[in-house]
């Protein structure tokens, strides 16, 4: 089992859709958990950073952990064509501790 | 305007030949990693530094080298050794206790000719 798995998409979606990107994970120790984007040809910027369950919201940006199903999702509202890109998952156990990159998935937002 | 420069953006490689890929930092960030990404594949790590003179291998090293001889500057050397070396090499830096906060650079795509 992969310690981290990624729906790889690529995902298509209407301008004004809500998208939900998910990643799931097998290791417990997991404590932070990110979200990178990732422009065509370029290097990833985080985008959402949590430590622990629960929500947190930024804009149209809202990312959810939930740590008992190992389960994390990235919700954007009112999605526009400047949010096509790749969205990379990462996790780490501890505070400066190496990351695990989930595959990414490609979105699309057509206008 | 602080961030991470890599250099070149296109690099090719001939068979049999080392080449080096640059990266340079002006966020005075203690802490610089490489990463390699593959079609479908994720980022994985190669070596990463947490302090000048001193770097850890990562989970893909066999191939590769490095040096950190500044603070500014973790250079990658692809040697020879690496036979499937096409793919896109990113150069990260980060906070000393901040490493799950990446700032990334543009990234390198090293293609065999």
């Known amino acids: 089992q992969k310690e981290v798995e990624q729906d790889p998409g690529p995902l298509s979606v209407p301008e004004g859709a809500i998208v939900s990107l998910n990643c799931t994970y097998s290791?417990?120790?997991?404590?932070?958990f990110m979200w990178y984007r990732q422009y065509s040809r370029k290097g990833p910027e985080l985008l959402m950073y949590?430590?622990?369950?629960g929500n947190k919201e930024d804009g149209r940006f809202t990312a959810q952990v939930d740590k008992s199903s190992k389960y994390i999702s990235l919700f954007i509202r009112d999605s526009q064509p400047s949010d096509s890109a790749t969205y990379l998952c990462?996790?780490?156990?501890?505070?400066?501790?190496?990351?695990?990159f989930g595959q990414g998935t490609e979105l699309s937002v057509k206008p | 305007d602080g961030g991470i420069t890599q250099s070149p953006k296109y690099l090719f490689r001939k068979e049999g030949q080392n080449v080096t890929l640059s990266c340079e930092q002006n966020?005075?960030?203690?802490?610089m990693y490489w990463y390699r990404q593959d079609p479908g594949q994720g980022l994985r790590l190669i070596y990463y530094?947490?302090?000048?003179?001193?770097?850890q291998k990562g989970d893909i090293a066999e191939g590769y080298s490095v040096s950190r001889e500044k603070k500014e500057s973790f250079p990658l050397t692809v040697t020879s050794a690496q036979k499937n070396p096409t793919a896109f090499y990113l150069c990260?830096?980060?906070?000393?206790?901040?490493?799950?906060?990446?700032?990334f650079g543009s990234g390198t795509q090293l293609s065999v000719l």
């Open positions: 990260a830096s980060s906070p000393a206790r901040g490493g799950e906060k990446l700032f």
């Open positions: 290791n417990s120790a997991f404590q932070y």
């Open positions: 949590t430590y622990s369950s």
């Open positions: 990462a996790f780490s156990y501890n505070q400066g501790g190496k990351l695990i």
């Open positions: 966020l005075n960030h203690d802490a």
């Open positions: 530094s947490q302090i000048v003179n001193d770097f």
